[in-house]
């Protein structure tokens, strides 16, 4: 590689980093858009963010096909979250119990109604004990949303979505009870809202319904939260909440930075003392590493950063350090135990050091796949931040080291101590 080369791959390496850095931190008005660096875009967990967290007990109803129950409620809690703009919350279930985690919560009251007091959902044809049962929210029932009202735009309704079943039956039971009214009861509690019951204006056939009543937001949303929480396949009981704050999330993230950057200046240092102009190469390198890693925990959208994955941006640091370690080693017994000259020695070096470089990180990667598929959502965080890691540690170390020592090598091949090489016994 000339000089010339050297110096345009040298000076669009430092480019990329200044501008990628930048773009991470920094935030500037664009015309009327606010740009936001894109490391304060990356999704945050409930232990770095705050918000909340419950576990449900799944009660045995003695039905059958609760596994598969339980798990068509945890897909029913997970879609009903999202419909509610909480994109980042996590379901799951194992051993009989449904965990709910919802980071980044401003409300988490408005969190614990919906999802707090899952209940029954019963619709019937009139408010006393001998009522029929019309519609069974966790059998005919799959949304309750709020929306505006159509008859009068300063209020809101309650709109109702109905699986196939529940739309035939509520198709046919309307379009035989035109005026009559119904009556809506959750936990087996006759609705105050809907007290003087809902009037069938015609019948509804559509697979939806709307319930008006001249409601305001919060009205519509406590009513259309009750018919929600009766829409779940199985019985639940509560028998764990809790808030998290985001201030631990807040220290935890300072500490992380505060010893991530002390970690990092002191790599720097000890990779140029250690291996002069390769550790130069290594620490630019590294640089390219950590800028290229935020903008993939930014982008990707199943990465949610956590304590546990915090842990791996530090493991993957170290180990990016580790290949470059590994050649840089290899090189040094290069040129002291051969003649070679350095290109020779370098070249040499990535050779024989690449296979323990892809064995090292290759089975990091399998535990990582392993821990991301089975583990719990915290190990899942760690396992999700830790792969990404070492693919880019694995693309620094044994590309972006290699070009940069191409780069140096076209200004001086010549003195083994801009290097920290020497020559030893001649075998």
């Not at 965990?99 to 401003?106: A, F, H, T, Y």
């Not at 009559?180 to 007290?195: N, P, R």
């Not at 546990?308 to 040094?332: C, H, Q, S, T, W």
Request: hydrophobic content about 50%.
């Amino acid at each position: 590689m000339n000089k010339k080369k050297s110096i345009v791959i040298l000076s669009l390496v430092s480019v990329i980093i200044i501008l990628m850095s930048v773009f991470a931190l920094v935030e500037f008005p664009i015309g009327l858009y606010d740009y936001t660096g894109y490391a304060k875009t990356i999704k945050l967990g409930l232990d770095l963010s705050g918000g909340i967290s419950a576990v449900f007990n799944v009660e045995d109803d003695g039905l059958e096909n609760l596994e598969g129950r339980a798990n068509g409620t945890v897909n029913t809690l997970q879609a009903l979250l999202v419909s509610k703009g909480y994109t980042e919350a996590i379901v799951s279930y194992s051993d009989q119990k449904i965990r709910v985690e919802v980071p980044d919560v401003d409300d988490p009251e408005r969190i614990f109604e919906l999802i707090g007091r899952p209940q029954s959902l019963e619709i019937k044809d009139g408010s006393g004990d001998d009522a029929t049962t019309i519609i069974v929210g966790k059998d005919h029932i799959s949304n309750a949303y709020v929306t505006v009202d159509q008859s009068n735009s300063s209020y809101y309704a309650v709109g109702l979505s109905f699986n196939s079943v529940g739309s035939e039956i509520f198709a046919t039971y309307t379009a035989n009870h035109v005026n009559e009214k119904l009556y809506i009861f959750v936990g087996g509690e006759l609705q105050e809202a809907q007290s003087s019951g809902i009037t069938i204006n015609e019948a509804i056939t559509g697979g939806s319904a709307l319930i008006s009543g001249n409601y305001t937001y919060d009205d519509a949303y406590a009513l259309a939260t009750s018919i929600q929480s009766g829409t779940f396949a199985v019985e639940l009981d509560l028998i764990e909440s809790r808030t998290v704050s985001a201030t631990l999330g807040e220290n935890a993230i300072n500490m992380a930075l505060i010893a991530g950057i002390i970690g990092i200046c002191i790599i720097f240092i000890f990779m140029v003392f250690a291996y002069r102009m390769l550790g130069v190469a290594a620490d630019i390198a590294l640089a390219i590493y950590i800028v290229l890693l935020l903008w993939f925990c930014a982008v990707l959208p199943w990465v949610q950063l956590t304590l546990p994955g915090i842990a791996g941006i530090l493991l993957g640091i170290g180990m990016a350090v580790d290949a470059n370690v590994v050649i840089f080693e290899r090189i040094k017994d290069e040129f002291k135990t051969t003649n070679k000259p350095i290109k020779s020695s370098v070249m040499a070096g990535y050779k024989r050091g690449l296979a323990a470089v892809i064995d090292g990180n290759i089975t990091t990667i399998i535990g990582a796949v392993i821990l991301w598929v089975v583990g719990s959502a915290a190990i899942s965080g760690f396992a999700i931040v830790l792969f990404i890691s070492i693919l880019i540690s694995m693309f620094t170390a044994l590309v972006v080291t290699r070009i940069l020592m191409n780069c140096f090598l076209s200004f001086n091949s010549s003195n083994p101590k801009l290097y920290n090489l020497k020559r030893g016994e001649v075998k």
